[in-house]
């Protein structure tokens, strides 16, 4: 390696360059038309947010980027800015000035407004193909980041942080380097504290312009740099910093998700508080029902449909005899909102004979109401008599009350209590009439909340209601440190009858600690789904390690890469000729008949291609990048090859297995999302199995 392609998180300052009376407030930011409207009437203080901020921080930090760039070129390194009104955004976005910072935010609107404006997506996204990446963020924006997100073991992270924020600081497989900064740290280094993350990233900069191959070896050992900074001459107090070597990270990983904020005596405290009260009761998993259907007579070889194959009368589910023999989940959790989509839904599962017979699954059913689907209402466009009357003629063995969600901007005091009252009366007139009028399902009542002691209050109020079986929404994005908050909160008003769901949650990492706080059941599409919206770990296995399918898209099916292609002049017969020639080679690879590299030259020849153009234009720069990215990727893919070990029905069908490795297509990517799914309810069974071995263990030694 030449010199690391580098990447600066950083956050946006109070000061700024233009300082006009009518900036935008935190409001213009939720409303696109008034933000439009807004940054007309402020166009003449527009300029790039590289040059808008003029906080101490920024100016040191850009004083260092130029020093790189002016050493190893432009391209060398990137900045990103996290801004409290735009979020993520690139140093060269322009912008007009704003009054919104994390800094005078609560905790918990400084979670919602980071959800709302997408930053842990964001920057999960832009990390991607970087080395070296520095974050020099402050404790509330640093927590926006929602650490960990997916990182790779060739990627080094540095964080600057004080030490109240390093528990939010967590680099999943990435080689870590924490830097503590404190006040007298501040004081050695001849710089106010709030100068000094870039009074030192400016440090690193000059350093590595005099002394060749430093950014290489702070990349390779990131605790060069740890040494360096204490060879300074006003070095910093000891000690400076905390350093994680990747397999003990690794090792953390394993256990559960999010290790850098609970510590593992933490967690071990949560198995030492007493066991729920309604533990005796089984543990189940839904997976919520998106049409997800495949042709089961897809010929791969020649990409054709069966012959005269209807889609939705004739594709079927992963449930299905002729894909799965047994299903992969407890239940499916039918959503009001997914089946109000499409006009003939519902009259199709009633003229099916109900839910049941309509998805050909004979497990158990659950509705809701699809909060996500009317967030932005001001009311649920539903009333209770209306939602009663549904559940129980399309035969539904569970319902769920009408809720209002509490996330995001909609987490705001005012509206959250309004939503909070709401969703409580809902559940009230919900099982007062459920009773009155004899309706034969199960029903469950929602407790949506902001904090640990609002979701406690409402559980036991539901639990005052009479519900057996309460579900706690809202925590789909959560992490699962404050949804482990919640629950201990919530666990104590729970009887011994009483069933929990988690809501859109499904994380095997911590279903020791949801099962010891009563959770007896939740529903997940994430296994199922991340096997197209993952870019990066989409096939997954038993171990728990994902690899990334091997992308050869359709030539004709015109996708605005293909589209970008034809129009900088490819001819469609060399495209065609390359798509061909992949598909070939992953095949002939998987058979043994060619070698890894003979396969993967041929796999590259056309993925090489395929960078998304932004505006028109390909960015050599990105182009580099996917080519390194997934040279790595498919590498990895073909040495470990994990189709051929993989004991499903799909992977052990000679006719698709390889076939669910490529992604390309509805047949392929959703199969390989069953796939996922069996993966998932495998590791699931396992747990379960586990425990109920720990149970008789137990019972034994008494
Ligand atoms: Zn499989």
């Not at 650490?147 to 964080?159: E, M």
Request: glycine share 6%; with cysteine; proline share 4%.
């Amino acid at each position: 390696m030449s010199c690391p392609r580098i990447l600066i998180i950083t956050s946006c300052t109070g000061k700024k360059h233009h300082n006009p009376t009518n900036q935008l407030t935190i409001e213009d930011f939720k409303d696109t038309q008034r933000l439009r409207e807004r940054t007309e009437s402020l166009s003449e203080f527009s300029c790039p947010s590289g040059q808008m901020y003029t906080g101490l921080q920024h100016l040191r930090l850009m004083e260092g980027v130029d020093i790189l760039r002016s050493h190893f070129g432009k391209e060398a390194v990137d900045v990103k800015i996290i801004s409290a009104g735009y979020g993520l955004i690139p140093e060269d976005k322009a912008i007009v000035p704003y009054s919104v910072t994390f800094n005078s935010m609560k905790n918990d609107e400084v979670y919602s407004w980071g959800d709302y404006l997408r930053i842990h997506e964001d920057f999960q996204q832009e990390i991607v193909g970087y080395d070296l990446i520095f974050v020099l963020l402050g404790d509330k924006y640093l927590r926006t980041l929602k650490l960990p997100v997916k990182t790779h073991s060739h990627q080094t992270f540095i964080f600057f942080a004080s030490n109240k924020s390093i528990n939010y600081i967590d680099s999943g497989n990435a080689k870590l380097l924490t830097l503590t900064l404190s006040n007298k740290s501040a004081s050695r280094f001849s710089c106010a504290l709030v100068g000094l993350k870039g009074h030192l990233l400016k440090l690193i900069a000059t350093e590595a312009s005099r002394v060749p191959h430093l950014l290489e070896s702070i990349y390779n050992n990131p605790e060069t740099l740890e040494e360096l900074l204490n060879k300074q001459p006003n070095p910093l107090e000891l000690p400076l910093g905390i350093s994680f070597s990747t397999e003990s990270k690794l090792h953390l990983q394993n256990k559960s998700h999010r290790k850098s904020k609970y510590t593992e005596e933490e967690l071990c405290s949560i198995l030492k508080l007493p066991v729920a009260v309604n533990q005796h009761l089984k543990m189940q998993y839904f997976i919520p029902e998106w049409d997800d259907k495949v042709d089961a007579g897809y010929d791969f070889l020649q990409d054709k449909f069966s012959p005269n194959r209807k889609a939705c009368k004739d594709d079927i589910y992963a449930h299905e005899e002729k894909i799965y023999e047994k299903p992969n989940y407890d239940g499916i959790l039918v959503s009001k909102i997914v089946v109000d989509k499409r006009k003939s839904k519902r009259n199709d599962i009633e003229a099916a004979g109900g839910i049941q017979k309509y998805l050909k699954f004979s497990g158990e059913i659950m509705g809701d109401c699809g909060a996500f689907g009317y967030i932005k209402q001001p009311e649920p466009p539903y009333n209770t008599i209306e939602i009663l009357d549904y559940y129980q003629r399309l035969g539904f063995h569970y319902g769920v009350s009408i809720d209002h969600l509490i996330v995001g901007p909609f987490a705001q005091p005012g509206i959250r209590e309004e939503r909070y009252d709401l969703t409580l009366r809902n559940a009230e007139e919900f099982i007062s009439k459920h009773q009155k009028f004899g309706y034969t399902f199960t029903p469950i009542g929602v407790a949506q909340g902001w904090s640990p002691e609002t979701y406690a209050e409402a559980v036991k109020k539901l639990v005052e209601m009479e519900y057996d079986y309460i579900a706690i929404g809202g925590v789909a994005r959560t992490p699962t440190i404050e949804i482990l908050e919640i629950l201990k909160e919530v666990y104590q008003h729970l009887t011994p009858k009483t069933r929990l769901h988690l809501f859109g949650v499904g994380r095997i990492d911590a279903l020791p600690y949801f099962r010891h706080l009563g959770v007896t059941s939740f529903d997940s599409a994430s296994p199922l789904r991340k096997a197209w919206f993952d870019a990066v770990e989409n096939y997954h296995t038993l171990s728990g390690k994902a690899y990334a399918a091997v992308r050869i898209p359709f030539v004709d099916k015109q996708s605005q890469r293909i589209k970008h292609l034809l129009s900088s002049g490819y001819e469609r017969e060399t495209l065609k000729q390359l798509e061909q020639e992949a598909l070939k080679a992953i095949r002939e690879y998987d058979k043994g008949n060619i070698s890894l590299d003979e396969s993967l030259k041929k796999l590259l020849a056309y993925d090489e291609l395929l960078e998304l153009p932004r505006d028109g234009i390909v960015n050599p720069t990105a182009k580099a990048r996917r080519l390194r990215q997934h040279t790595q990727l498919y590498r990895e893919l073909l040495e470990v090859k994990p189709w051929q070990e993989c004991e499903c029905k799909i992977c052990q069908n000679p006719d698709c297995r390889v076939e669910t490795i490529i992604f390309r297509g509805n047949d392929r990517n959703r199969r390989r999302g069953f796939h996922n799914t069996y993966v998932f309810y495998k590791r699931f069974q396992e747990f379960l199995n586990a425990e109920n071995c720990n149970i008789d263990s137990t019972k034994e030694s008494t």
